[in-house]
């Protein structure tokens, strides 16, 4: 089986013959019916190798072809992107659900992003990191975006990378309303689709248009003065 006939949302491993899969699970959430269902699928198929990613996610992995979509169904999961040029994952620690040092809610408003942006075709992957202190355990600074929470708001990057070419996002707003997030990103996210490369990632683009450019064509500029 070719790449371009392997199993939605499955991952052809180094074999040639067997694939891993990412079920979606929003900001790293899991109830004990998943995880009792995802304990029942890896006995039931014997999947080889079950992995924690570095994106909060679950990846199951040494499955033929023939039994994933019998997999997903046992799981009753959605499959989670990990090659499409779209939202990858939110990735969000536990902000002040259960963390002493938590100002903000991460957890919640990470997946208020993540429902936001699921499905949104984009031109490469994106990552992003919600943080609910300046610890910034969700890493933030090096996903295309980082939100982090402070006493009086969030704060908002854009364009950061770890990959090879790793790179500091670009601060854009500094404590900010959840809403006024929501309607930055999107006007980042809009901006970036309509001038971004084909899988051209976020902090690639911020270089060779310039952050100048960028923060010219996406923030909202004060109201001029009489």
């Given at each position: 089986m070719s790449t371009d006939d392997?199993?939605?949302?499955?991952i052809l491993q180094r074999d040639k013959e067997t694939y891993a899969i990412v079920p979606r699970v929003p900001c790293g959430?899991?109830?004990?019916?998943?995880?009792?269902?995802?304990?029942?699928?890896?006995?039931?198929?014997?999947?080889?190798?079950?992995?924690?990613?570095?994106?909060?996610?679950?990846?199951?992995?040494g499955m033929k072809a023939d039994v994933i979509e019998n997999i997903y169904a046992d799981l009753d999961m959605e499959p989670g992107?990990?090659?499409?040029?779209?939202?990858?994952y939110v990735q969000a620690c536990p902000g002040t659900e259960v963390c002493k040092f938590g100002i903000q809610d991460s957890l919640?408003?990470?997946?208020?992003?993540?429902?936001?942006?699921?499905?949104?075709?984009?031109?490469?992957?994106?990552?992003v990191g919600v943080s609910g202190c300046p610890f910034s355990c969700a890493e933030g600074l090096?996903?295309?975006?980082g939100v982090t929470g402070k006493k009086k708001g969030w704060t908002v990057s854009f364009g950061g990378n770890s990959g090879?070419?790793?790179?500091?996002?670009?601060?854009l707003a500094e404590e900010i309303s959840p809403d006024?997030?929501?309607?930055?990103?999107?006007?980042?996210l809009d901006y970036y689709c309509q001038h971004a490369r084909k899988r051209e990632r976020t902090a690639r683009f911020i270089e060779r248009i310039s952050l100048e450019t960028f923060k010219a064509?996406?923030?909202?500029?004060?109201a001029a003065k009489d």
């Open positions: 392997a199993p939605k949302g499955a959430l899991l109830t004990k019916e998943k995880l009792r269902n995802i304990a029942n699928v890896v006995e039931k198929y014997d999947i080889p190798i079950i992995k924690l990613t570095s994106g909060h996610r679950i990846a199951l992995v992107q990990a090659t499409e040029l779209c939202l990858h919640g408003f990470g997946v208020r992003l993540e429902n936001l942006l699921t499905g949104r075709e984009l031109p490469a992957k994106l990552k090096v996903r295309d975006i090879r070419q790793a790179r500091i996002g670009d601060v006024e997030v929501i309607a930055l990103v999107q006007r980042c064509a996406v923030l909202e500029q004060p």
